[in-house]
């Protein structure tokens, strides 16, 4: 079955600093992708996601590129904003699966 | 567009008591998923059910129940309570059983200290 390895956190930022949460994977086929984000007191809602090497999700700034040849989907932002203070959960879903398996979540704060 | 709703918000339970978590979805979702989050910890899957009358154990099934009588609602029960079921219970929905071409949706979350 899939598992996944994310950074750990909390990971502190000032405002419009560059943002890199690492994650990788273990999978036995070609999973699709997936970020997720939980802003404090809310469910978690879908951030963005990718289903084959090489293709690059983006949402609201962020992006993250499936990469098969080191099973990684790290998260980038270019230039942070206090409004992305959240947890931050990867989640690979493999093929068939109606089941995501959740990263245990990095928490992001970003200072003004 | 009321989504995923979960019921209640908080609650303290003694251990060896017992109570149901509310969960109703308006999409019209075939796919519903129960996890706890624990701290510092990822989602762990309970018990999903991909269809009114139907339902499957997760990673963490043990010490609870579920029911799909409709659509609808999907509550999960906790018949004896322990301190290891202190966590945070979200319930979601999707519409496919593709979850890349259809999300899921989460509720708000459901806290639960058991004592």
């Known amino acids: 079955g899939n598992s996944v390895t994310q950074m750990e956190g909390p990971v502190t930022l000032s405002e419009e600093a560059f943002l890199t949460i690492n994650c990788t994977y273990t999978?036995?086929?070609?999973?699709?992708l997936f970020w997720y984000v939980q802003y404090p007191g809310e469910g978690l809602q879908l951030l963005l996601k990718a289903t084959k090497a090489d293709d690059k999700g983006s949402n609201k700034g962020f992006e993250a590129t499936y990469r098969k040849e080191t099973t990684s989907f790290h998260l980038e932002k270019g230039s942070v904003q206090v409004s992305d203070s959240a947890v931050y959960f990867c989640a690979p879903l493999e093929g068939g699966s109606e089941k995501l398996v959740f990263g245990k979540g990095t928490k992001l704060t970003v200072n003004p | 567009n009321a989504g995923v709703t979960q019921t209640p918000k908080f609650r303290i339970l003694k251990i060896g008591q017992s109570m149901t978590l509310q969960c109703a979805q308006d999409m019209n979702h075939n796919y519903m998923y129960w996890y706890r989050q624990d701290p510092g910890m990822g989602l762990k899957l309970i018990y999903y059910?991909?269809?009114?009358?139907?339902?499957d154990k997760g990673e963490v099934p043990n010490g609870y129940n579920v029911s799909r009588s409709t659509t609808e609602d999907f509550p999960l029960r906790l018949e004896l309570a322990a301190p290891s079921q202190t966590s945070v219970y979200f319930c979601?929905?999707?519409?496919?059983?593709?979850?890349?071409?259809?999300?899921?949706?989460f509720g708000n979350g459901t806290r639960l200290t058991v004592t």
């Open positions: 999978a036995t086929g070609y999973p699709s």
């Open positions: 979601a929905s999707s519409y496919f059983r593709d979850t890349y071409n259809s999300p899921l949706h």
């Open positions: 059910s991909v269809g009114a009358g139907i339902t």
